[in-house]
Each structure stands twice: as structure tokens, then as C-alpha cells.
């Protein structure tokens, strides 16, 4: 399916949340495009990687959108990179800045969703994995020990977005077979299963 008809198929689904995942190659230059995105269909978070943001107060403040929260993890000192997600503003959340600090200096932000009950609740994170930050086999330990330690500590929905940059299409080299073991062990299901 193309990505109209996907978004299409959203609308009919109002009591769903509809979560969606964007690589943006720098929110700035394509913030236009993606606010007539976020206005035409009823999303209710969108989480996004490659913001190539800083913490700049103006900045920051040009890629609002009305009716949504925002939370963004920005590089200061090294070009590109970043995650962040966009908040429909009747969804109540916390960011956990607890689960980001325990690997600090990988790119990833994490959400607590509440649900409509206590039982419903979800943990959203959202990852960037650039080779300019570590090599697979280092990415992967942090990942691993990350995972397990939100295994132990949360009971509830976990979902994971973002862009990891492993090939699941090709010939899988030692580091791909890795993050692809570990999804398994996570039980979390690749919904991307075409090249983007």
C-alpha cells in the first residue's frame, strides 16, 4: 500500500490511536510538507527521527503545531541526528527521561501513554541509529541492555519506532541477524516490510 492509501485507511478508525513514524532529514526545511500531512489526516502521535534540530528556542518554536504537544531529543554538538514525537493534546503522557538517561547517549525518547483504563497503558520509544554515533555491534549492546531493562520494569504495551538502519530485506550480515533475534526475543513484529 502507498502511503495515501494507509493514512486513508486511518480515518475510519476514530476510537484507535493512530500513531505514525517519519524520518524528516531536518524538520525545518520540510516542516511545511509535514503540517499539511498532520492536518489532513487524524493522527494522534507521530514520532520522528533525523529532526536535525537543536535546542534553540526559536527554532523549536517554529515547528509547533496547534492541538499537538511536542517532545524533541536534539543534538547539540554533532550535525544531524535527533528524535522527537508530536502529541495530540487530549492524550495524556509523560515523557520518561528516567528510561532515555539509562543509555544517555544513544538517540532515543520514550513515552507513557495512558490508556483509557489502567490496563491499557503503552510505552512508546522511538530510536535513531546512525553509524556516526556507534558501530551496530555497540548500538545493538546498548539496545539490548535498554530492552531489558524496560522488559523487567513495564507490564504493559510496548511499541518501538524510529529508524535502526538495518537492512531486513537483504542478505543479512552478523549485526542485522542480531537486531533481528532480538525482535524476536522482544516479540515485536518489523511492520515495514518494503524498501522506504
Known amino acids: ?33 509535514f503540517a499539511l500531512i498532520v492536518n489532513k489526516y ?17 527554532r523549536l518554536e517554529y515547528v509547533s503545531l496547534p492541538g499537538f504537544s511536542k517532545e524533541f531529543r536534539n543534538r547539540d554538538n554533532i550535525k544531524g541526528g535527533g528524535v522527537g514525537a508530536y502529541i495530540r493534546d487530549n492524550i495524556k503522557y509523560k515523557r520518561r527521561k528516567d528510561i532515555e538517561n539509562t543509555q544517555p547517549d544513544m538517540e532515543h525518547l520514550w513515552l507513557e501513554i495512558q490508556g483509557k483504563n489502567k490496563h491499557s497503558k503503552l510505552l512508546l520509544g522511538n530510536f535513531y541509529r546512525s ?21 523487567t520494569q513495564w507490564d504493559g504495551l510496548l511499541v518501538l519506532t524510529g529508524d535502526m538502519n538495518f537492512d531486513l530485506l537483504g542478505i ?6 542480531r537486531y533481528i533475534s532480538l525482535l524476536d526475543t522482544l516479540n515485536v513484529k518489523q511492520v515495514i516490510d518494503k524498501p522506504t
Open 42 to 58: 487524524p493522527l494522534d502521535i507521530i514520532t520522528l527521527s533525523e529532526t536535525w534540530l537543536k535546542d534553540n528556542k526559536d
Open 172 to 177: 543479512a550480515d552478523a549485526p542485522t541477524r
Open 131 to 151: 553509524e556516526a554515533m556507534h558501530r551496530p555491534s555497540v548500538w545493538l549492546d546498548k539496545f539490548e541492555d535498554l530492552t531489558s531493562y524496560i522488559t
Open 1 to 33: 500500500m502507498q502511503t495515501n492509501d494507509i493514512m486513508e485507511t486511518t480515518i475510519g478508525k476514530s476510537s484507535q490511536l493512530k500513531l505514525m513514524h517519519l524520518n524528516t532529514q531536518s524538520m525545518l526545511s520540510t516542516f511545511n510538507e
